[in-house]
């Protein structure tokens, strides 16, 4: 993975690296390699404790970690502020479980000092893991990224997701192209060349018609609706791997 980081930032300096490691971070600072230093002065907090309760030490895969974001070099945003006070994003499926940090984001210097806020969506409660959500300021500071993506999770029927349903596709269709106030507003948009409410239009058609005629179920696991304790790709050799890297 520090060969993969490495070759991305010769490309370019904007590099983010962001997912479940199932690693455990500690309070230490960050000792960065004396190459690094004009890095510290720009942001003299990787300098100080890590914000956040953690277990007592890193475990194997969170030392890898905090070995990449060292020499590659990355911010290992955990515990770093801006929102991230070291929170847990593992919670379990079985309860009572100690809640855990194991996503983190590694981001580039450049794409740190336009990072707003870092929180953890609890919203999204389907999974035994939390999301991570992070948001960037690039208007000046990055003028080449593409402003007209959406710019924010949409977070509408919580715990539902669509489900289509042949049966119900005739009374589905007409409710989008008879919903008038919306496609007026969709239409709109779209001559005016806004983008972000384009898209909020547009995704408003759908859950609205998904919603009338019962194309929306209940959000589910597979493993929950087979009744497993864990996720079914879940074996023995993951279980060993685990044991491995702690």
Known sequence: MQHDVSEALSDSQHVILVGDFNAHSDNLPDHFPEGHVAMLSR???????RLGQYKG??????????DIALETPLILTTGRGKGDNGQPTFFGYNPPVNPSRTEHILMSTALFSCCKQISVLHEFDSADHRPLLCRFSCQRSLPHIDLRLPGHIQRRGKGKHMVWRDEHKDAFVPHMLENETVLQSFRNSIRNQEHQSCYKHFLDLITLAADSTGMTARQMSRRMQLGLSMAPWYDATCRDYKRRIR
Do not use: K, Q, S
Not at 43 to 48: D, H
Not at 57 to 66: E, F, K
């Open 57 to 66: 030490r890193a475990n194997t895969a969170g030392r890898c970690l905090r």
């Open 43 to 49: 942001f003299p907090e990787l300098g100080i404790t």
